[in-house]
T-cell receptor
Framework: LAKTTQPISMDSYEGQEVNITCSHN???????ITWYQQFPSQGPRFIIQ???TKVTNEVASLFIPADRKSSTLSLPRVSLSDTAVYYC????????????FGKGTRLHILP | GAVVSQHPSWVICKSGTSVKIECRSL??????MFWYRQFPKQSLMLMAT?????????EQGVEKDKFLINHASLTLSTLTVTSAHPEDSSFYIC????????????FGPGTRLTVT
């Protein structure tokens, strides 16, 4: 499994766009990039997943450069309720592969 | 996405007793469920993979005789913490795997266990 590196914590203000970058220099050809969000005392929630270029859904966008050695989760116009821990995971899509969570990024949104 | 519940949401027990935590997949038949443990301010740690109708697969360092997993049906997996000790106090989370993609798991709300 490719090792990921993310900032330990970030602060931002309501209404701002927040970008969280994840480094995964050893990403393999068949690896996908997945982001989860976890609020305190809750289970993680799937946010977005991608392989290359850009993926967008109703919650976030995921930007992946051509070399795929990093990825950026973009949260548009954050609110206080976006305060959470965000995990970047990299691995193959096989059903039998287990997920190993890294340390994640603790995002704190300020009023 | 799949809806996953856990029961209880929190439990306090005395040292030496056993505690059972249930994980239910409410709208999906899950042949595979995962159990994680999370200590305060730390990331999730995979404990075991629960397979319906067969023995669970435990991660290295997780005592299978202490953390008993039973996946007797396609909608229910249970984790029993036997002879609990204060160091077992943690947040226990289960997840289900609805599709072919192992990275799109749906997690339960978690169970907070406190051992006194």
């Amino acid at each position: 499994l490719a090792k990921t590196t993310q900032p330990i914590s970030m602060d931002s203000y309501e209404g701002q766009e927040v970008n969280i970058t994840c480094s995964h220099n050893n990403i393999a050809t068949n690896d996908y990039i997945t982001w989860y969000q976890q609020f305190p005392s809750q289970g993680p929630r799937f946010i977005i997943q991608g392989y290359k270029t850009k993926v967008t859904n109703e919650v976030a966008s995921l930007f992946i450069p051509a070399d795929r050695k990093s990825s950026t989760l973009s949260l548009p116009r954050v609110s206080l309720s976006d305060t959470a821990v965000y995990y970047c995971l990299v691995g193959p899509m096989n059903r039998d592969d287990k997920i190993i969570f890294g340390k994640g990024t603790r995002l704190h949104i300020l009023p | 996405g799949a809806v996953v519940s856990q029961h209880p949401s929190w439990v306090i027990c005395k040292s030496g007793t056993s505690v059972k935590i249930e994980c239910r997949s409410l709208d999906f038949q899950a042949t595979t469920m995962f159990w994680y443990r999370q200590f305060p301010k730390q990331s999730l740690m995979l404990m075991a993979t629960s397979n319906e109708g067969s023995k669970a697969t435990y991660e290295q360092g997780v005592e299978k005789d202490k953390f008993l997993i039973n996946h007797a049906s396609l909608t229910l997996s249970t984790l029993t913490v036997t002879s609990a000790h204060p160091e077992d106090s943690s947040f226990y989370i289960c997840s289900v795997l609805p599709g072919r993609n192992s990275y799109e798991q749906y997690f339960g709300p978690g169970t907070r266990l406190t051992v006194t």
